[in-house]
């Protein structure tokens, strides 16, 4: 079990699981489709990089037809200044849009993607995000649909890294000791990728 790796001394605990990650999703698809079932295929917009696990398995628990496309933004500065780093290929003007985002942390991010998008008048616009960590918002920016509020804590796998790292982590890992990763980024890859699980 994965939860045997965790025994060790590492700087992270287990937060979600990949069978409760993939329950969720699963439910999460089904509400999706059930709301755009009569419609035009709505627009799924991933949010690169770390959406890119949640959007495919989201899209595969939806059985209806989806358009897929992907935006990349840089990191927003201090000021709150974000950039479009790679936009969408297609025009989403009368689409219905959903933003697929891996985490909602400040707000900032999905803030500037709303207003980005809204100005292309887009049918509709929602956003759905795989964590949500209400405690850190700073704007308080809509949020239609969430596959899990976590606490104030950083988190690595499924999608989401630590300086690049730890994406392919198959679970959700709470950072316990952020200051002892930031001192050696790669300390976790040996134990998590080192062994079998089951
Ligand atoms: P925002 O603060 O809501 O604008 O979130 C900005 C971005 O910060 C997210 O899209 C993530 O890429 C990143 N982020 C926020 N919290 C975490 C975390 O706990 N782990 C990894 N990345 C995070």
């Keep these: 079990m994965i939860d ?3 025994a060790s001394n590492l700087p992270a605990e287990l937060l979600i699981d990949r069978a409760s990650i993939a329950r969720r999703i699963d439910e999460l698809g089904a509400e999706l489709a059930g709301l ?3 419609e035009e295929p709505p ?3 991933g949010v690169l990089k770390g959406s890119a696990m949640f959007l495919a398995d989201l899209i595969r628990a939806m059985d209806i037809d989806v ?3 992907f935006m990349s933004i840089s990191s927003y500065s201090q000021s709150g200044v974000v950039r479009i780093v790679k936009d969408l290929d297609e025009d989403v003007r009368g689409r219905d849009v959903v933003v697929v985002e891996d985490i909602v942390d400040t707000g900032l991010t999905l803030n500037y993607l709303r207003k980005t998008l809204s100005q292309r008048e887009p049918d509709s616009l929602r956003a759905v995000t795989l964590l949500d960590k209400t405690a850190r918002r700073i704007i308080p920016v809509p949020l239609e649909f969430s596959a899990f509020e976590i606490p104030d804590v950083f988190v690595v796998g499924y999608g989401l890294d630590f300086q690049g790292l730890y994406r392919n982590v198959a679970d959700i890992l709470a950072v316990r000791d952020l ?3 930031a ?3 790669r300390l976790m ?3 998590l990728f080192g062994l079998k699980s089951g």
């Design 43 to 45: 627009v799924l917009v």
């Design 189 to 191: 890859v040996a134990q």
């Design 36 to 38: 755009f079932a009569d």
């Design 67 to 69: 358009a897929v496309d």
């Design 4 to 6: 045997g790796r965790f």
């Design 179 to 181: 200051a002892r990763l």
């Design 183 to 185: 001192n050696d980024p």
